[in-house]
């Protein structure tokens, strides 16, 4: 539309003369859809020509005062991640302060960034600093705050605990019910129920060597799917141990088991090399680093990166809890129990660490059930699996990008929602008295700060929802993706037999033995020779029988991998749901403003 055709549309004289605004059809919410602007702009507005403007740094401004109680109770209540906090959470807090809204954007555009969706610690700090300045009517600034921040008032923020900032932190994909898992196959290796369950508590041995005392049966119930799915949950200490160095202690949650137990990164990492020394052919769930680096360079670990190694532990316990065979570990139910250390456990315990074919047996109808083009199965998966994994990271990055994007147009509303109130506490009062019209647009004006503020948290939400729910189900099967591929390589590996030089080296010996039948004065090396054929014949039973097992092994984690598919199709149906959800909100809240604007006076005669 050009700008003569923009202008004749809005200054129609048939509108001013009726004094009425016409309100445009409102389609149905099946209807309706939202078309973004694919051309937006989300650079920075400012003059790319003006000098840098270096001021000081906003975050460590308090980082030496010993701040009141209500500066950490605020920021833990502000559902705070990675170390911070919304936009938007941070002005609903502000909000109680009773300061008026145009002090509470100038003091958002003090302590936030023009550019960020969210706030560190230690810019929230600043905020509620400078709140307390404005309520004992000191000047708000940033000068101002560095003077006095050895004697800064205490803020007051009035019902604070009354606040809502509840997040949707539940996974639905694992946590769903069994009703949502793939019916089962009858002739599947994994359809087979089981009457047995696991303790629902450790006690460990009391012996110092922990070992298996019986020979188990390989049967289908070790292969079933998993219906009864434990539930994890990981939450940081409240305090970090340690004398020169720091360390985050983690709290680990079974919701089967209704257990909770303090854990360190080093007791996962633990774990993981005894499941790798067990289990060395099953799909081992990929863990964490304890830090990120680059060269021989190591970054700092900062809560950004503590966050998603808390995340990334989270998938590690559950992925375990989960796999029909690692959930039954005693190792796993004494990782999840046993309320002392795992390094006080370990003084007073030796695991057993023996690999898993040697304690269970493949009976012969299980070996039948062994698909004769196995090997083609798994170099067809194989072969796939490093685009696949690319793939998924790629996706990975996307889904976060956009997730990021609807946190910054969340933090856009909010901030246009306060200058707005801003505006509004200006603008009341028309210099023509009892002005109806002025009235009028200025109640319009507190409809559509009210509206900005509400679509402000459908988008919050809508983040939310994308980080924690479909975001992390990408992030589990990319590291599904990842585990089956390292169980390749464990494979290529460790799975190297020598029964061929054994079986050479038998003959050899068989035909040394025969030709020293009968003769005197060989008794000394025949017997030695029927020893060495004994030893090599048991090595090849017991190479045959791993190898077999090896085989087993790869052919039920390749179905259980296979299985891991409907998961896929349980991710994006709750992803579909949940952009459905905020879409029909967004659409009710758009709606129910509409006439309100359209109440607005229009007509220029009734402003005089």
């Known amino acids: 539309m050009g700008e003569e055709s923009l202008s004749s549309s809005f200054f129609n004289s048939a509108q001013f003369a009726t004094g009425q605004s016409s ?71 502000l909000s109680i302060s009773g300061v008026p809204h145009a002090t509470i954007e100038k003091i958002l555009n003090l302590a936030a ?107 289908q119930d070790d292969f079933r799917w998993s219906i009864d799915m434990d539930v994890i949950t990981i939450k940081f200490a409240p305090e970090r141990e340690g004398f020169l160095f720091k360390h985050v202690n983690y709290i680990v949650t079974s919701q089967k088991r209704d257990t909770t137990v303090i854990r360190r990164y080093s007791d996962f990492w633990w774990l993981m090399e005894c499941l790798v020394k067990r289990y060395p052919f099953r799909i081992l769930p990929a863990l964490p680093p304890k830090k990120i680096g680059m060269n021989g360079f190591y970054f700092t670990v900062d809560e950004t990166f503590l966050e998603k190694r808390r995340r990334g532990l989270i998938r590690f316990l559950n992925f375990i809890v989960r796999h029909p065979v690692l959930k039954n570990e005693y190792l796993v139910e004494m990782f999840l129990t046993e309320q002392s250390q795992i390094a006080e456990w370990r003084k007073t315990n030796t695991p057993d660490l023996t690999e898993e074919y040697k304690n269970k047996r493949i009976t012969p109808e299980m070996e039948a059930r062994l698909p004769d083009n196995l090997d083609e199965r798994l170099g067809k998966v194989n072969k796939k699996l490093d685009d ?9 990055t996307i889904m976060e990008r956009m997730a990021r994007r609807q946190e910054g147009i969340a933090t856009d509303y909010s901030r246009y929602s306060l200058s707005l109130n801003a505006l509004i506490e200006k603008e009341k009062g028309c210099y023509i008295e009892d002005c109806y019209n002025c009235s009028q647009v200025v109640h319009g004006l507190e409809q559509v700060s009210s509206h900005f503020k509400k679509t402000s948290g459908v988008m919050e939400d809508m983040a939310n929802a994308t980080l924690d729910n479909v975001l992390e189900n990408l992030k589990r099967h990319r590291d599904l993706l990842v585990s089956f591929k390292e169980t390749f390589e464990r494979r290529d590996r460790l799975s190297v037999d020598t029964i061929e030089t054994l079986n050479s080296r038998l003959r050899s010996n068989q035909a040394k033995l025969s030709l020293l039948e009968g003769k005197e004065g060989t008794e000394q090396e025949a017997k030695r020779l029927k020893e060495a054929i004994q ?74």
């Open 113 to 219: 960034p023009t550019n960020s969706s969210r706030v560190n610690r230690g810019e929230f700090n600043v905020a509620l600093a400078l709140v307390a300045l404005a309520q004992k009517n000191m000047d708000v600034s940033i000068e101002n705050l560095i003077d006095h921040k050895q004697d800064l008032p205490e803020p007051i923020l009035n019902n604070l605990e009354s606040l809502n900032f509840n997040r949707n932190l539940s996974f639905s994909a694992i946590s769903s019910p069994s009703s949502v898992i793939p019916s089962l196959q009858a002739d599947d290796p994994w359809a087979t129920p089981t009457t047995t369950e696991p303790s629902s508590q450790f006690i460990p041995s009391t012996s110092a060597a922990v070992t298996s005392s019986v020979t188990e049966n390989l049967n």
């Open 535 to 608: 030893k090599d014949e048991e090595e090849i039973v017991q190479q045959q029988k791993r190898k077999l097992f090896v085989r087993y092994c790869l052919y039920t984690e390749l179905t259980l991998f296979h299985k891991s598919s409907a998961f896929i199709s349980l991710l994006y149906q709750n992803f579909v749901n949940d952009q459905i959800k905020y879409s029909q909100q967004l659409y009710e809240n758009w709606k129910s403003l509409s006439p309100k604007v359209y109440d607005m006076p229009i007509e220029t005669n009734g402003f005089g």
């Open 23 to 93: 309100v445009p059809d409102i389609p149905d919410v099946e209807s309706f859809s939202f078309k973004p602007e694919l051309n937006l702009n989300f650079n920075s507005i400012s003059n790319p020509w003006d000098p840098p403007i270096v001021g000081p740094d906003i975050s460590n401004i308090l980082s030496d005062v010993a701040l009141p109680e209500i500066y950490m109770s605020a920021f833990a209540l502000a559902s705070p991640n990675a170390g911070t906090v919304s936009i938007p959470a941070l002005n609903k807090i």
């Open 388 to 396: 696949t994994i690319d793939n998924y990271r790629n996706m990975c």
